[in-house]
């Protein structure tokens, strides 16, 4: 059974930073891609921040970028999201998917977990 394993949401003031991680369990992250998508207070969709091929390529939302970083580890089977500069309207679930699109394919999710940005 896969599963993902996030860990480093927390409370961090406004200009602080945060690292979040992603393992994934029961498969490798290879020709696959992964990464987080958010859902903010209020919003009832998920909006993609960041997400990373096996290959690494990454890509990032564009209001995001410069601010966020996100890398890969395929030895360890897991991602980091590096978040600076962080704003309140960061606040949000983040969760971690995995996705791969070339058989056998497959599409897993987090449980998620909550950043908020607040003084």
């Known amino acids: 059974q896969v599963q993902l394993v996030e860990s480093g949401g927390g409370l961090v003031q406004p200009g602080g930073s945060l690292k979040l991680s992603c393992a994934v369990r029961g498969t490798r992250f290879s020709a696959a891609t992964m990464g987080w998508y958010r859902q903010i207070p209020g919003n009832e969709r998920r909006e993609l921040v960041a997400s990373i091929t096996s290959g690494g390529t990454a890509d990032y939302a564009a209001s995001l970028r410069g601010r966020f970083a996100i890398s890969g580890d395929n030895t360890k089977d897991t991602v980091y999201l590096q978040m600076n500069d962080l704003k309140p309207e960061d606040t949000a679930i983040y969760y971690c998917?995995?996705?791969?699109?070339?058989?056998?394919?497959?599409?897993?999710w987090g449980q998620g977990t909550q950043v908020t940005v607040s003084s």
């Open positions: 998917y995995i996705r791969r699109r070339v058989t056998p394919t497959f599409h897993y």
